[in-house]
């Protein structure tokens, strides 16, 4: 840990936060004027260094580098922009996380695109014309490359403010941010103004995947790792807020050399890895920054978007004709192994569709009655699997007792969690719960002689009773359909209706005695009961663990479930579910390009089913109910 490794490390932080400043300042932009979510943006920026890879391929590794980096950026921020125009322009008026769904699903073409266009294998570009070599710094070298990438991020800053200082345009774009209605209201063509930003902010995704060519090889799996940590600069920076982002990427890419530089440190006779610390330090500082300024280090409170979709009608007890048909659906459901006895996978299918019923019904159980939004739910889900699994294999506790444990940890998960995070709201509450899932997430990857680490924990079986998958599968059906029941009852008891009345209009709910923190709280632990329970029989129907249950990718899947379903209806969550597992299952087996096939199912469900698929059919019923009452009533 010499003085010179130290100065190094720091520059090498100062070129990465250039790079993350990039698609940081991009993805503030588009949520501040659109205030969309965008979680394609890390699309944009593995398209960005995928297309520079092949252009410079194209005009050569000599005078055409520059400009073929130049040119990929400009691809992809036409990309954007034709995204914006055909597909996001269309679902403005949806919720904020519907159109999440959507920018979901595009990440799934595109990562499939990609695939089809470059192939799998990692893509390494050239060295930079005139900046092949490197510099002595104190005796070590460093890469002139990336003292060039140093200088980018404050010019491209500084280019940014005078665009939105300095023009008329920039003028309009702040003005969107603060109150985007008001703009159209003053004769503003607020579609083009929206394109136009969303175009801009994806060319800066695409500069910054340009810019990484000579730095790291081209791969598939850019998308998902650079959207977390842009939305993290974002959210620690401040929503909307370009200096902040700058802010925002130097000091977790500072921090992140730090690590690097200290290494394994020796701290009260016990070694402590720092450099392990890399794969969550950012998730950390949200955390930490969130908890101590809820609106980022230079943010202020957003404006409260009046497109916030179409009111949501009073909860009502089931008709007796629902209460007949989820009867009937029971019965089928128990018939079912004895009907399909020659196709054994069917019922382990089925037992995952029920885990996922579960599961998405928990996160529901916050996100719509309650309102408020998670992107780290799988936190639950993992620690009722990782409880159960070591609860049997550490502890040496039976199956049965495990399966009742197991989610109790996880609700002590979510009561640690949940204090924290009900003091936020919005997009800072969900990147709140994602922090805190990274968080578990790399516990349980790093922690080997616990947890397994990166392999997990195998030897999870059920009891002998259920070895066979045809009980194993009633058991798992009982606990479910227990489950989506009692969180529903408890929706109409008086709790529910203080926990919706807390989601409608926290000033009245307040004015009338209720502590609605409190309420969400306690949701947050019943949600997280629940999960855990899901995860607890996800682990003994595989038989093993790993971290990858309680990874970010599962929570993605969890909102898409509750979204694709409907957020608005009670059994929105179990529809969705059914209908996103058999659809993952059904076209993964039947073909390479599955994500783009799945994510064009999402995509046109989307637009054809604003309300969910559950929230269409129910508005059908009700459309024909007020037709028949109308024409009694004209009779």
Known sequence: MSFSSFIVQLLNGLAGASSLFLVGAGLSLIFGVTRIVNFAHGSFFMVGIYVAYSLVAK??????????????AVVVGALGALVEVVLLRRIYKAPELFQLLATFALVLVIKDAALWFWGPEELLGPRAPGLSGSVNILGRQFPSYDLFLIVVGPVVLGLLWLLLTRTRWGTLVRAATQDREMVSALGVNQAWLFTAVFALGALLAGLGGALQLPREPATLEMDLNTIGAAFVVVVVGGMGSIPGAYVAALLIAEIKAICIWLGVVDIFGFSVSFSKLTLVVEFLVMAVVLVWRPWGLLGKPQGVSRNTGLPEAPLRQPERWFKIGGAALVAVLVLLPLLTTGSPYLTVLMIDLLIAALFAASLHFIMGPAGMHSFGHAAYFGLGAYAAALLVRSAGIPMELALV????????????????????????????TLAFAQITWAICYQWDGFTGGSNGLTG??????LSDKRNYYYLTLALVVGGVLLLRR?????????????????????????????????????AGLFAGLGGALFAFSKGSISPETLHVGRSVDGLVMVLL???????????????????????????????????????????????????????????????KNTKEGSA
């Open 460 to 465: 999870v079986w059920p009891a002998e009773w």
């Open 565 to 627: 379903g409907g957020i608005q209806t009670l059994a929105g969550p179990v529809v969705g579910a059914v209908t996103f597992t058999w659809l993952h299952d059904t076209v993964a087996r039947n073909t390479d390009y599955w994500r783009a096939m799945l994510g064009a199912i999402i995509l046109i469900l989307v637009l054809l089913f604003p309300q969910g698929i559950a929230g269409a059919i129910k508005q059908l019923f009700d459309n024909q109910r007020e037709a």
């Open 490 to 526: 408890v929706l109409f008891s008086p709790f529910g209706y203080a926990l919706r009345a807390g989601r409608d209009s926290v000033l009245r709910a307040d004015a009338i005695g209720i502590d609605v923190k409190r309420m969400q709280w306690t949701a947050f632990v019943i």
């Open 59 to 72: 005009l050569g590794t000599g005078l055409g580098f520059w400009p073929a980096l130049l040119l990929a």
């Open 405 to 432: 444990l197991a989610p109790l940890a996880a609700a002590a998960g979510a009561l640690l969690y949940g204090w924290f995070c009900v003091r936020l709201s919005g997009v800072y509450l969900a990147m709140l």
